[in-house]
């Protein structure tokens, strides 16, 4: 009977050794590694594809409070910000808003975006007090103009000073632009220097009072229009959109459309045009003076009215052109 317990003790004691020594082969190892890297393969894309969702619901987000802040804009002062006197010029607090403001529809849209405080720096002060304090309001970072698919939220390399601000080397850039209408103009302002801020009907311009007669679009060079003047309605016409950027050049500042600051007037860097379908960021394309985005689906628009939608590259540029055109009479109501 002893023998027998032994002997059993024995065989479970072998089998327990045995089942011991069993571990992976390398075969089964790379089995297991292979699977997960099928699985990290299915899975990635899924990822990447829910961030880029997320990017795009802000981008989007940013858009309908620039719309909402243009609506605000519009009811307080009766018109659509103006996109100031041109690149040469920044925003000024004492200047008001509309014809006589020198910054940008940015700049405008500054108190109805919660940004007094950037708006204001510099109100009220001696002309060289104020040429520092502009200088400085250019430097102030403001997210809600960057897209999070295009690139982050800092300050910029800005290698262009504007004529009544002291020269930074970084500033506050913007991924939207203002809709410039079918006609491209872009100035440097008035040509007599910042004593145009006293002499303001006396200036001589850039562009010329005869040549603005052509805008067409909702903010433009000391443009100030009004819901009457958007013929085409304001759910049919866009107010701003996403700009196209080459996409090396989105951190050097070295892109001619965008080197300078988002408070400037009108500029390839602040307003954008329509006589071209938009198109996504492509390297080596520099789109400088239409619309575009780092999106794969196509690019935000915020309408007139304040509501917000992405066009798909595929657009047809008539149909585009006429959302971009306030008084051409055509209503696009299929896009």
């Known amino acids: 009977m002893e023998r027998k ?45 829910v961030r880029e969702s997320m990017r795009r619901a802000q981008c989007k987000n940013s858009l309908k409070q620039i719309g909402d802040a243009g609506q605000q804009h519009l009811a307080a002062q009766g018109h659509f910000p103006s996109s100031g006197w041109g690149w040469t010029w920044n925003g000024d607090p004492d200047h008001g808003f509309g014809a006589r403001q020198p910054g940008g529809w940015i700049y405008n849209l500054l108190p109805y975006l919660g940004l007094d405080m950037i708006h204001d720096v510099g109100k009220g002060l001696s002309a060289n007090a104020k040429y520092t304090a502009l200088a400085e309001a250019e430097t102030a970072v403001i997210p809600l103009l960057i897209c999070p698919t295009r690139r982050k939220i800092m300050a910029y390399p800005c290698p262009y000073p504007a004529s009544n601000a002291a020269s930074v080397s970084v500033c506050s850039k913007t991924d939207y632009a203002a809709n410039g209408g079918s006609v491209v103009f872009v100035g440097g302002g008035p040509n007599e220097g910042s004593g145009c801020f006293a002499i303001y009907p006396h200036c001589t311009w850039s562009n010329s ?12 060079e000391r443009s100030e229009v009004q819901v009457g003047q958007i013929v085409d309605g304001l759910s049919n016409v866009f107010f701003a959109g996403e700009k196209s950027l080459d996409p090396p050049l989105y951190y050097t500042g070295t892109d001619g459309a965008d080197n300078s600051s988002a408070l400037e007037g009108n500029d390839w860097d602040v307003n954008r045009w329509v006589n071209k379908a938009p198109q996504r960021d492509t390297p080596g394309v520099d789109f400088y003076w239409g619309y575009g985005s780092a999106h794969a689906a196509g690019v935000h628009f915020v309408f007139c009215d304040g509501h917000v939608q992405m066009l798909n ?9 006429s959302l971009g055109v306030r008084n051409d009479g055509t209503v696009s109501e299929n896009y």
């Open 5 to 49: 317990v032994s002997n059993f003790k024995s065989q479970i004691s072998n089998s327990n050794s045995s089942r011991s020594l069993h571990g992976f082969t390398l075969v089964e190892l790379l089995v297991v590694i292979t699977i997960l890297g099928v699985l990290m393969g299915l899975l990635l894309p899924a990822v990447n594809s």
């Open 313 to 321: 590259f595929q657009i047809n540029p008539a149909t585009y052109q």
């Open 209 to 220: 009072d005869q040549a603005l007669t052509a805008f067409n679009g909702v903010s433009g």
